[in-house]
Each structure stands twice: as structure tokens, then as C-alpha cells.
């Protein structure tokens, strides 16, 4: 019988290497007793500066005494691990003639077609950029040179947008799927530390890695995946679909089509559109891109720990609301000891992202800063109106940095000051490539984006000390935070209607970071299955 235990609290000076007597002390039995033990997860507690603290919840096994001990008692915080059984998943009975497409093979694209495979359907992954170690070779050239190519960048290739982050694994949902997820990435290199941290992340140097392993064990089972195969075209007979088109001139039969494109596929949506599939507007958020000292921002979570060595880069997530406005603004995507990467893939636009490798280690902190906007700010009731919106103060940016993917930027003092910055010489932190202009990113941005970044950076400040610092930079501008569309489905996880087509992850607004991607990914793979018999 295995017993869950919460709220086991251990010193960050103390030996952590084996907590059998942390736990012991805190179910009141002889360290004896305790058995084998499971971590299943590890936060910091950093609320009170004075003292941190780490808190474990374990899955732990007790002799026979302290088991009956238990039996006789209750412990707050203290139950009966009852194993969950995964439940299989019932094969169709449709026929199915070809082998499964999936398009994209970013999170959602990978772990539908890892699903099909367990399921002996041997998918074949349509990837419109190259393989990771091409796609890395071609986004440092971009980095270092401004030389962009539209198909092999930072939002395409193998791996999606997120090969090129900080690799987080934080999600919100709660579904049985995601420790799955999880067991598959630390099978495929990532550190096993990511099945019980409370932030887990992998770090882009070591997720390229996992990336490629993965697509090796999909080749295992059976699946393929063509790379430089952009999606052109569907092939629909009476609202079914028949194929795909790749790159304007082959067709590949298909009768299942999952559509796991990336939030940057516009092209692939005004191709859906044109096709009839329905298509919708959705909120997502835009700002900038925010620098500071990591050792600034650990000193202002950890006080007199930062530095500590059990600790890594702090982090921090901090959220300002508007009621009169109705609108938000919100730090997304905070990178410790990372670098800002120019993230276009489209000509003369300029997008950024935050990336960080495993070690967290550059000496600088960034996040994005974003305010909410929704269709209501696109000005047209076009499906396609987010994607323009998007594009229009992308097309700022470029103009603003003076071309070459140079990014605007400006310091916190002279953004809150209403003035273009004059200099940005005298900030190591500005980690930015190809390179920063000064400017003014009021130029860059809608004014009510602008007027609550004012506001949100004041009350950041108030909330983490030193996070308006005058020297503090921001880069623009950040507009893919999350698709501005939604490819509508039905109940059964189909593009309403057409039969074969199935929208999935993020790009179909239906996940927002790896892991909700990857498991929606998997429960589109899981409809297929449902529904259709592998006869392959």
C-alpha cells in the first residue's frame, strides 16, 4: 500500500539527498518504517526571506507497524495512494485505406503521431521546416547575420517554437496524460527531475536532444516524418478528406488528416479558410520583451540566499488587472538566465521570444510583458483579422529597428518617461541578436497596449523591488504568444464539417505551451483510434 504524503518541509541547508527521516518525523513513525518512497513533487517556498524552505509531497511504502499505525490515525495532508489505472482505449471500426497524416511536428504533431504508432497505424509527419540540427545551424545564422529563411527559423521546424525556449513544462490542466508526457521526455534525454519539480523545464540545448530522440523512437515503431514538406493544400471530395498537397506539387493520399500546426502557420490558415474550414477569431496578448541583472531578480525573490547553491536563476510571475479597462497585463514566459531571440518568420517583421539553456547561466533575466487584446481590437470581423493585427506591429518593429531584424528597444526610465532611448551602451544584460536600435516602443505598439505597460510596470515594482529599475531594457515587440485564431471542432475533435480533418495543439488554439500541446496532440490521436481499425 502506498501512502501519499503532502507537506513535508526540509531547510534548503538541509541534507535533501535522502528525506527517509523528513519523512518519518512528519508521519510520526521509526525511519525504519519508511520504505521506498517516490518524489512526486518538489516547490521552493520562498515567502518569508528570513528562512526557504523545500516541500516535498512523496509516495511512500511503510512497514507493517507503521501501516497499522497509520490505520488508527489521521494525518492532515496524509491518504492512501490508490493506483489509477490508464484505461485503453476502444479501436474503431471505420477501415482505414492510408496511413495517417499529421501536420507539424511540434509537440502536438509528435506525441499524436507517437499515439498512432503505439497503435500500430505507422503515421507519416509532414514537417514544413528541417530537422533540429539544421533548424538550429539555420536560426544561429539568422541570429548572426539577419539572413531570415522563412521556412527553417525559430517558429518552424522540428520541435516547434518551444525547441527554442526555455523548454517549460508548467501546465494548468489536469489530465492524466501529462505524467505520460512527462515519462516519454525523460526517456528521450530530459532530466528525470522533471517529474516531480513543481517549474519544471528542460533548457533549448538539452530539448534539442530530446527532440531528435523522439523522432527516432517514432521511426521505430513505424512512423515517418518528411521535413521541408510544407502543407500547400487538402484534397476534400463531398467534405472528406482525400490527401494533402506539400510545397504546390505532390499529393499524398490520406483519409485523416490532424492539422498540428504551429501558431505561426498563417499561411496554412488562409489556405484552411480558402478551403471552407471554419476558422475563428481568439484573444491571445502582445507587449515586449523585459531584461534585468538575474542576480537583481534572485536577490529580490530569495533576499540574503541568492546565490545559494541549492537554488538556480529565480524566477518570477506577476500579473496586473485594469477593471475599467477590462484588460490585463501579465509576465509570460519568464526566461532566468536566458537571452531575448529574434523570433520572425516572415520578411521584415520583427518578433521576439525568450530562450534559456538548462543551466540558466547567461547572467540575465527576461520575460515577456504582455497586455490581452481580443477581436475586438482587430478592427474587421475576418477570420484571418489576428493574424493581420499581428502583422501590422511586427511590420512597426522592423521599420522602428532600421531593418536587418535589428528590434527596437528602450530603456524602462525612458519608456516610463514617454521618450526614445538615446543609448543602450552601458546594459550587459541586453542579450538581443542580431541587434538593438534605440527607439521608442510607444511607435511599436497600439496606445492602450502602452498606456497599461506604464501601469503594469509601476505595479510590478511595487511587487518585486527593483523591476521598473531605470536601467531595465525593453525590446519589441512580443505578438505570438499564443494562436489568434481558433480551427473550430466538434466533440469528436474533427473540423466540423470535414470528415477525416483533425485540428489539434496549440496552432489550433486549443493548447497554450508543450505539455497542454502535447496532450491534446495525444487525445486527437486517441480519437482517431477510437474511431477508425488499423488495418496498415
Same mark, same amino acid.
Not at 489505472?85 to 471500426?93: D, H, I, K, Y
Not at 471552407?276 to 520583451?289: S, T
Given at each position: 500500500?502506498?501512502?501519499?504524503?503532502?507537506?513535508?518541509?526540509?531547510?534548503?541547508?538541509?541534507?535533501?539527498?535522502?528525506?527517509?527521516?523528513?519523512?518519518?518525523?512528519?508521519?510520526?513513525?521509526?525511519?525504519?518504517?519508511?520504505?521506498?518512497?517516490?518524489?512526486?513533487?518538489?516547490?521552493?517556498?520562498?515567502?518569508?526571506?528570513?528562512?526557504?524552505?523545500?516541500?516535498?509531497?512523496?509516495?511512500?511504502?511503510?512497514?507493517?507497524?507503521?501501516?497499522?499505525?497509520?490505520?488508527?490515525?489521521?494525518?492532515?495532508?496524509?491518504?492512501?495512494?490508490?493506483?489509477?489505472?490508464?484505461?485503453?482505449?476502444?479501436?474503431?471500426?471505420?477501415?482505414?485505406?492510408?496511413?495517417?497524416?499529421?501536420?507539424?511536428?511540434?509537440?502536438?504533431?509528435?506525441?499524436?503521431?507517437?499515439?498512432?504508432?503505439?497503435?500500430?497505424?505507422?503515421?507519416?509527419?509532414?514537417?514544413?521546416?528541417?530537422?533540429?540540427?539544421?533548424?538550429?545551424?539555420?536560426?544561429?545564422?539568422?541570429?548572426?547575420?539577419?539572413?531570415?529563411?522563412?521556412?527553417?527559423?525559430?517558429?518552424?521546424?522540428?520541435?516547434?517554437?518551444?525547441?527554442?525556449?526555455?523548454?517549460?513544462?508548467?501546465?494548468?490542466?489536469?489530465?492524466?496524460?501529462?505524467?505520460?508526457?512527462?515519462?516519454?521526455?525523460?526517456?528521450?534525454?530530459?532530466?528525470?527531475?522533471?517529474?516531480?519539480?513543481?517549474?519544471?523545464?528542460?533548457?533549448?540545448?538539452?530539448?534539442?536532444? @530530446?527532440? #531528435? &530522440?523522439?523522432? %527516432?523512437?517514432?521511426?521505430?515503431?513505424?512512423?515517418?516524418?518528411?521535413? /521541408?514538406? =510544407? *502543407?500547400?493544400?487538402?484534397?476534400?471530395?463531398?467534405?472528406?478528406?482525400?490527401?494533402?498537397?506539400?510545397?504546390?506539387?505532390?499529393?499524398?493520399?490520406?483519409?485523416?488528416?490532424?492539422?498540428?500546426?504551429?501558431?505561426?502557420?498563417?499561411?496554412?490558415?488562409?489556405?484552411?479558410?480558402?478551403?471552407?474550414?471554419?476558422?475563428?477569431?481568439?484573444?491571445?496578448?502582445?507587449?515586449?520583451?523585459?531584461?534585468?541583472?538575474?542576480?537583481?531578480?534572485?536577490?529580490?525573490?530569495?533576499?540574503?540566499?541568492?546565490?545559494?547553491?541549492?537554488?538556480?536563476?529565480?524566477?518570477?510571475?506577476? @500579473?496586473? #488587472? &485594469?477593471?475599467? %479597462?477590462?484588460?490585463?497585463?501579465?509576465?509570460?514566459?519568464?526566461?532566468? /538566465?536566458? =537571452? *531575448?531571440?529574434?523570433?520572425?518568420?516572415?520578411?521584415?517583421?520583427?518578433?521576439?521570444?525568450?530562450?534559456?539553456?538548462?543551466?540558466?547561466?547567461?547572467?540575465?533575466?527576461?520575460?515577456?510583458?504582455?497586455?490581452?487584446?481580443?477581436?475586438?481590437?482587430?478592427?474587421?470581423?475576418?477570420?484571418?483579422?489576428?493574424?493581420?493585427?499581428?502583422?501590422?506591429?511586427?511590420?512597426?518593429?522592423?521599420?522602428?529597428?532600421?531593418?536587418?531584424?535589428?528590434?527596437?528597444?528602450?530603456?524602462?526610465?525612458?519608456?516610463?518617461?514617454?521618450?526614445?532611448?538615446?543609448?543602450?551602451?552601458?546594459?550587459?544584460?541586453?542579450?538581443?541578436?542580431?541587434?538593438?536600435?534605440?527607439?521608442?516602443?510607444?511607435?511599436?505598439?497600439?496606445?492602450? *497596449?502602452?498606456?497599461?505597460?506604464?501601469?503594469?510596470?509601476?505595479?510590478?515594482?511595487?511587487?518585486?523591488?527593483?523591476?521598473?529599475?531605470?536601467?531595465?531594457?525593453?525590446?519589441?515587440?512580443?505578438?505570438?504568444?499564443?494562436?489568434?485564431?481558433?480551427?473550430?471542432?466538434?466533440?469528436?475533435?474533427?473540423?466540423?464539417?470535414?470528415?477525416?480533418?483533425?485540428?489539434?495543439?496549440?496552432?489550433?488554439?486549443?493548447?497554450?505551451?508543450?505539455?497542454?500541446?502535447?496532450?491534446?496532440?495525444?487525445?486527437?490521436?486517441?480519437?482517431?483510434?477510437?474511431?477508425?481499425?488499423?488495418?496498415?
Amino acid at each position: 500500500m502506498l501512502y501519499r504524503v503532502t507537506d513535508i518541509k526540509i531547510d534548503i541547508d538541509a541534507d535533501s539527498e535522502d528525506i527517509t527521516g523528513h519523512i518519518a518525523r512528519r508521519l510520526g513513525v521509526p525511519p525504519q518504517e519508511v520504505g521506498d518512497y517516490t518524489i512526486v513533487k518538489k516547490a521552493l517556498d520562498a515567502r518569508k526571506k528570513e528562512r526557504l524552505f523545500f516541500v516535498y509531497t512523496v509516495d511512500v511504502s511503510l512497514g507493517k507497524k507503521a501501516a497499522a499505525s497509520m490505520a488508527r490515525r489521521k494525518l492532515s495532508g496524509v491518504f492512501v495512494r490508490e493506483p489509477q489505472p490508464e484505461l485503453p482505449v476502444t479501436p474503431g471500426t471505420v477501415p482505414i485505406v492510408h496511413r495517417p497524416v499529421v501536420v507539424g511536428a511540434g509537440p502536438a504533431g509528435i506525441f499524436a503521431a507517437l499515439t498512432l504508432a503505439r497503435n500500430g497505424f505507422r503515421p507519416l509527419v509532414l514537417e514544413r521546416g528541417m530537422d533540429v540540427a539544421t533548424r538550429a545551424r539555420d536560426v544561429e545564422q539568422f541570429w548572426l547575420t539577419g539572413i531570415l529563411d522563412t521556412e527553417s527559423n525559430v517558429q518552424f521546424g522540428e520541435g516547434g517554437a518551444g525547441t527554442f525556449s526555455d523548454g517549460k513544462l508548467t501546465t494548468r490542466i489536469n489530465d492524466s496524460r501529462v505524467r505520460g508526457v512527462l515519462r516519454d521526455l525523460v526517456a528521450a534525454g530530459a532530466p528525470e527531475e522533471i517529474l516531480y519539480l513543481n517549474k519544471p523545464h528542460i533548457g533549448t540545448d538539452k530539448l534539442r536532444t @530530446v527532440v #531528435k &530522440n523522439l523522432r %527516432l523512437l517514432l521511426e521505430e515503431m513505424g512512423g515517418e516524418i518528411y521535413f /521541408g514538406s =510544407r *502543407v500547400t493544400g487538402l484534397v476534400i471530395e463531398n467534405a472528406v478528406v482525400r490527401g494533402v498537397v506539400i510545397n504546390n506539387e505532390r499529393e499524398i493520399p490520406a483519409g485523416v488528416v490532424i492539422m498540428a500546426v504551429g501558431h505561426s502557420a498563417r499561411d496554412t490558415y488562409e489556405m484552411l479558410e480558402q478551403a471552407g474550414c471554419p476558422v475563428e477569431q481568439k484573444a491571445f496578448a502582445i507587449g515586449v520583451r523585459v531584461e534585468h541583472p538575474q542576480r537583481m531578480i534572485d536577490e529580490a525573490q530569495y533576499g540574503s540566499f541568492a546565490g545559494h547553491p541549492r537554488l538556480g536563476a529565480a524566477d518570477y510571475q506577476l @500579473v496586473y #488587472k &485594469n477593471s475599467e %479597462l477590462e484588460r490585463a497585463a501579465y509576465t509570460f514566459c519568464m526566461c532566468p /538566465g536566458g =537571452r *531575448v531571440v529574434a523570433a520572425a518568420s516572415e520578411e521584415n517583421m520583427v518578433v521576439t521570444n525568450g530562450m534559456s539553456d538548462y543551466a540558466r547561466d547567461t547572467g540575465a533575466a527576461n520575460s515577456a510583458v504582455v497586455v490581452s487584446v481580443t477581436p475586438d481590437d482587430f478592427g474587421s470581423l475576418e477570420p484571418l483579422a489576428g493574424v493581420e493585427f499581428q502583422r501590422r506591429w511586427e511590420k512597426a518593429a522592423y521599420r522602428a529597428g532600421g531593418g536587418g531584424y535589428k528590434a527596437p528597444a528602450q530603456l524602462m526610465e525612458d519608456f516610463l518617461a514617454g521618450r526614445a532611448s538615446d543609448s543602450l551602451e552601458d546594459v550587459p544584460w541586453a542579450t538581443y541578436l542580431p541587434g538593438l536600435q534605440p527607439a521608442d516602443l510607444h511607435d511599436c505598439l497600439p496606445g492602450y *497596449v502602452t498606456s497599461m505597460l506604464e501601469e503594469a510596470m509601476e505595479s510590478f515594482n511595487r511587487k518585486l523591488k527593483g523591476f521598473a529599475m531605470p536601467q531595465a531594457v525593453l525590446t519589441g515587440v512580443e505578438t505570438r504568444t499564443s494562436a489568434p485564431v481558433r480551427l473550430v471542432r466538434d466533440d469528436k475533435r474533427q473540423s466540423i464539417g470535414f470528415e477525416g480533418l483533425y485540428p489539434a495543439g496549440e496552432g489550433a488554439g486549443y493548447a497554450g505551451g508543450i505539455i497542454s500541446a502535447a496532450v491534446d496532440g495525444i487525445r486527437v490521436a486517441e480519437a482517431v483510434t477510437a474511431k477508425f481499425r488499423n488495418e496498415l
